[in-house]
């Protein structure tokens, strides 16, 4: 297991470098150019520039999260060739600085969607949180009326310049239906896994989160069986998941344990974290220890240490601790302990390991 940070660059993280050197075990950043708008190639020197920032700190920049695909190409459009020459011109210039893992996901206009980004939590700690009630009575565009007034609820996805194009967007949509956007999945990866393949890169799909359809748009990395189809679509060991224990988790059916010792050889990336999942279908992120959410953590570790997992980790978002000021679920704090969390986890599977090799 190989660990990572994700990290959302100079300027825009506050979060130094110098800081998450001094998590133990963390050797590279998982990245990003967040201000490039889905569908443009990546600049060079600006990929360039990144490697060298992580250079400094002695961090690999070996997985990237996330090249975004452009909406046309999840709709199908007659604009979406074009958009899919970029997205080949941005995997090659990630191979030159020597990029292992690129995550992406293919989720209609929304990537996370949460209806509370700081709810209070027992011990005074705050995580985002999803109140099934409120997703699935509200209009979306009411709720882009509410986001709109409150800066405090910006998500991906939710961002005001996009608020403009949602409607437009929500219309596009109704003409897709979950199958189409399986063949528009499908379309896509063909063109870009061979790219993928000559540059020794591995895609890794993130899967929906939360992994339902939401607001009437089609979702598909929802569960294993989905999973499975995913994978047949392209037979290629570079094209991969990134295997979230919290999105696929956050819905009690689905078995994490289970996906990983199917999947073990797609899974180049993994983000673990914990959900607490209530009785309504209503969820909230909480520290990574197993006693504190829904899902084990423990047992998800134990499966990847079973595998002998040599691909990269990340713990994923994190509640916000210590009244750090931070983006939503992506603190500092929290996310370090999750790391020792998991650490303490994978070194203990170690041990007993060798323990048991002297018997
Ligand atoms: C996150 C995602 O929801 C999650 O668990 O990890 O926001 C993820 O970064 C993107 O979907 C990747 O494309
Ligand atoms: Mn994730």
Redesign the pocket.
């Known amino acids: 297991m190989r660990m990572v940070f994700r990290w959302y660059g100079e300027g825009n993280d506050r979060i130094s470098l110098r800081h998450i050197k001094q998590i133990p075990g963390v050797e590279g950043i998982v990245w990003a150019l967040h201000d490039v708008p889905a569908g443009e190639e990546w600049p060079m020197h600006r990929i360039d520039e990144v490697k060298e920032q992580a250079d400094r700190y002695g961090f690999n920049i070996d997985v990237v ?2 090249v975004n695909v452009h909406e046309d190409i999840k709709l199908g459009l007659p604009s979406r060739d074009q958009y899919i020459e970029n997205y080949k011109r941005t995997i090659e210039r990630l191979a030159k600085v020597g990029v292992k893992v690129i ?3 293919f989720m209609p206009v929304f ?2 969607t949460r209806t509370e980004l700081f709810k209070e939590l027992e011990d005074g700690s705050t995580a985002m949180f999803y109140e099934k009630a409120i997703v699935e009575s509200i209009d979306p565009m009411e709720l882009v009326e509410k986001i709109s007034g409150n800066p405090n609820l910006s998500m ?1 996805g939710w961002e005001p310049e996009r608020l403009k194009h949602l409607s437009k967007l929500f219309d596009a949509y109704k003409n897709v239906a979950e199958e189409d956007l399986w063949q528009h999945l499908q379309y896509f990866l063909e063109q870009i896994i061979p790219v993928a393949e000559q540059h020794d890169i591995k895609m890794a799909i ?1 899967p929906d ?1 939360p992994p339902w359809s939401i607001f009437g748009l089609p979702r598909m990395i929802t569960n294993q069986e989905n999973m499975r189809k995913l994978l047949s679509l392209v037979d290629s060991p570079h094209h991969g998941i990134t295997l ?1 224990s ?2 696929l988790g956050s819905n009690p059916d689905n078995n994490v344990v289970e996906m990983i010792y199917e999947f073990a050889e797609r899974i180049p990336f993994a ?1 673990i974290r914990n959900v607490k999942i209530y009785e309504n279908g209503d969820f909230i992120e909480t520290s990574h220890r197993t006693s504190d959410g829904s899902l084990d953590v423990c047992g998800i570790v134990k499966a990847y240490h079973d595998i002998g997992f040599t691909g990269y980790a990340r713990p ?2 994190g509640r916000h601790v210590f009244d750090e000021e931070c983006r939503p679920g992506y603190g500092l704090y929290d996310r370090a302990m999750g790391i020792m969390y998991l650490w303490g986890i994978w070194d203990a599977l170690e041990r007993a390991k060798q323990e048991d090799a002297k018997c």
């Open positions: 999260e996330s995550c992406y996901n990537d996370w991906p993130h989160d979230c919290g999105s983000h994923d978002h």
